[in-house]
Structures are given as C-alpha cells and as structure tokens.
C-alpha cells in the first residue's frame, strides 16, 4: 500500500494534469508505479494522474482503422496526448516511460480515443495535422530525417461549401454552408458560370454547422440548364478549398411563357409589326425567331428572322419586320419560338390561333 502522504501528493496534482490535457499542455504531473505483466487490465487506482493506454493499442500511421500499425503499446503505459483528429474520434499520442519523462524512441501514432483514459474533455484539444503526424519516425522505423520535436499542430478552422444551388420564383438560389470547426469571418462572394461577383455574407461570422441561402440578384432560371456556381472567400482562412465549386442542372419551378400578343400591318412602313408579351415571372432574354408564312395557296415560307429577346416580366416587346411589305394578313401566319426558355404554353405562340 502506497503511504498516505504520498497519496495526498497524487490526488493533489491530478487536477493539474487534467488542465493539462485539456489545455493541450504537456507536463510531469506525477510518478506512476504499474506492476505485473504489461498486458494486464489498466489500474484503477485514483492516484494515477496523465493520459495512459486504456487497453492494449495499436498506434497506426493514420487516423483511421484502416492506417498501417505502427507500435503495440501494453494496458496502462503512459501517454503524452499531442491532440485529436478533425472529428474527435482519434487522438494522436506519444509513448512515455513509467515516469511519465520523453523515450529515445517511443511509440508514437494514432489511437481510438476510447481506449485512452485520462483525458478529461479530447473535443478541446487542438486538432492535429494527419499528414504531418504520421510522417514523424515512430519506435522501430528507420529513418534519415532530423528527429521532430512533435507533430505540427493545426488550429480549428471554417470550411465553406457550396450545399446547393436551387431555382426559387425562377430565381437562382445558392445555399453556402460552414462545415468546418471555426467561424467564417470575411465578405464571401459567388459567380454563376464565370459571370459577375455576387457578395452574398450579412457581414457577420457564419458558424460552424451554419448555412446561408441567398437570392442572387439578376440570376434568372429561363430553362432547364447545366449551372456552375464558384465561390470564393479571400479573406477566409479555409480547411478544404476543394469543395467551392458546384456544378449541377438547375431547372425552373415556375412556368416561363412567351406569347404572340398582336400582329399589325405598320400604316406608315406598310410593313408587318408583331407583338410578343412575356407571361413570366422573370425578365427574359436571348434570342427569338419569327417565321411567316403564305398559308394559302402554296404555305410558302416568306420570312424567318432571329432577333433579340429583352423583355420585362408581363412586359411586351415589339418587332419590326420591314423586310417583309405590301402584303395581307388574312392569307398569313406567325410562328415564334426560341430556345432562351422552357416554353410552358406554346399554343399561343400562333398567329392567328
């Protein structure tokens, strides 16, 4: 039986030593005595103060079941808790002799956070570079490279990502989410199709596990498309820019409708005007082309033009078709049509219907 004083002495210091692994701090906080074989059952005396193996591990190269084993440490050994992995599940740690003092050579990987003890809360250490950790020499590997004095350690940081990009009234409509560990403080912009910046931020931190929909200004769904939405955070420090970029088929969710309103004969040009109304809720533009036709007796193609297309919502647009004078309009007939928009009603895109 260990004598009281020396009792007192443990229970005193294992407070430090949990602020110490909370803190991310390393210290000696205690002498730990184990006894029996290495692989026996962890001890359960309240005395022992610092991180130690909760069960026989296998510290791998990588934070994952999958990685490599790298070093078998036994039930109890002493461990130097360097940080844990973006999702908490592994901790990256360094063997330490009986006294808790560094080895010349210690196991050194990654272990299941359940299977070490000691560490009071693992979610408040730092998060750990995977792939730097895994390159530092580790018990039994040889190598050329100058001993590190540790694994490099990487703060919490956002992770913007483009979560969806969706038509709304047949405006476009781009969901941005953070799901990275840290705020996103910064102007946070989107461009549609390499088009213009869009800043879409409220000018406050997005939080982790937080989302933004924005309305972009001037982006409107005419038809069903292939749509590439960028982002771009200049100012915000990212753990993943991979992920900015979308790329999906976007479609309208209200019907777009183009019709012919009015076909005249110009009194002064003598020549054929016709009227095109936009049913939608959205501006249109593009191209349109007009078609007329001789319906009787020969339905002779008489004109086909391309024109341009920019017409308000619930505006009218008016065309001038002065190549085409002198003639009737009892023994002719309109066609519009164009490619710029999902037409919902083309029965209307007639004259005379």
Known sequence: MRPSSARARLVWLAPLAAFAAVTGVTAVVAVVLLTGDDDAEPTDDASVAGPVAAQRIEVRDAPEAAGSALAT?????????????????????TELDRERRPLAEPGMGWAPADAVAGVADPSALAVVDADRFRRQPLAGTPSSATPATGPTLTPDLPDLRVDDVYARDNRLVVVVANVGSADADGPIEVRVDGGPAHRIDVGKPLRPGDTLERVLDREYVQ????????LSAAAVGEENAGNNLFSGVVEPD??????????????DGDHLVVTVRNNSLIPL??????????TTPTNQLLLREELPLDVAAGGTQ?????????????????????????DADSANNTFPR
Do not use: C, H, K, M
Not at 76 to 89: C, Y
Not at 254 to 267: F, G, H, R, T, Y
Not at 323 to 329: E, K
């Open 318 to 342: 008016r065309y001038e078709l002065t190549a085409l004078s002198g003639v009737g309009l009892d023994f002719l007939r309109i066609i519009l049509s164009s490619d710029a928009i999902s």
């Open 73 to 93: 440490l036994a039930a109890g050994t002493p461990l130097r808790v360097e940080g844990r992995s973006v999702d908490g599940g592994w901790l990256a740690v």
């Open 223 to 230: 038809r069903r498309a292939e749509v590439s939405v960028a």
């Open 285 to 294: 533009a593009g191209q349109v082309t007009i078609g007329v036709r001789q």
């Open 254 to 267: 209200s019907p777009n409708d183009l019709e012919i309103l009015e076909v005249a004969i110009d009194p």
